[in-house]
């Protein structure tokens, strides 16, 4: 069965950083482009980022996030990564990894990330 | 990049068929056939239920149905289950390899 599994969210300060990570099993990890999708409290789904599968040599990113979060994979360690540098509150938000690039057909349980002082 | 347009709120009752909408612009609903929808439910993560407007992955019930026209997708259930009750979001692909959500409708089973 296919499965993610998200790890690394917590409390940060503005300004701060944070490495959020996914690790995959049931499906040939490899092969597949992965995205990330973040809901603030309350709120809708907001798309962040995605990478191309295999070397993962193109990452894409919202508006909101470009310059500020990098999003990277090691198919050896099956593992998808996001990290997030100069956090502001309104990064605060559960953070999903999710299977695929136009389509995400498997989802993880979430990580939570606050910022907050 | 806004946000899809969707209603707040839907509802119907067991049996029934309600409809629900995505509009966007002619850059991302009107412009590619990469619109999916999602399920979720209170404090669960998302769940796919139509991919390229209207394919649905396996094991989603033909109860659920997507199409487009024009700058607005749509999500149809027929046969309405007290089980579909759950908050529902659409995708688009919005250019430039970005994709966009709709701000989600809730839909109520009377």
């Known amino acids: 069965e296919a499965q993610l599994l998200e790890s690394g969210g917590g409390l940060v300060q503005p300004g701060g950083s944070l490495r959020l990570s996914c690790a995959a099993s049931?499906?040939?990890?490899?092969?597949?482009?992965m995205t990330w999708v973040r809901q603030a409290p309350g709120k809708g789904l907001e798309w962040v980022s995605a990478?191309?599968?295999?070397?993962?040599?193109?990452?894409y990113y919202a508006g909101s996030v470009k310059g500020r979060f990098t999003i990277s994979r090691d198919n050896s360690k099956n593992t998808l990564y996001l990290q997030m540098n100069s956090l502001r509150a309104e990064d605060t938000a559960v953070y999903y990894c999710?299977?695929?690039?136009?389509?995400?057909?498997?989802w993880g349980q979430g990580t939570v990330v606050t910022v907050s002082s | 990049q806004s946000a899809l347009t969707q209603p707040r709120s839907v509802s119907g009752s067991p049996g029934q068929s309600v409809t629900m909408s995505c509009t966007g612009t002619s850059s991302d609903v009107g412009g590619h056939n990469y619109v999916s929808w999602y399920q979720q439910n209170p404090g669960k993560a998302p769940k796919l239920m139509i991919y390229d407007v209207s394919k649905r992955p396996s094991g989603v019930p033909d109860r659920f149905s997507g199409s487009k026209s024009g700058n607005t997708a749509s999500l149809t259930i027929s046969g309405l289950q007290a089980e579909d009750e759950a908050d529902y979001y659409c995708c688009s692909y919005a250019g430039s390899y970005t994709f966009v959500f709709g701000g989600g409708t809730k839909l109520t089973v009377l």
């Open positions: 049931g499906f040939t990890f490899s092969s597949y482009a």
């Open positions: 990478i191309s599968g295999s070397s993962g040599v193109s990452t």
């Open positions: 999710a299977k695929g690039f136009n389509a995400f057909d498997i």
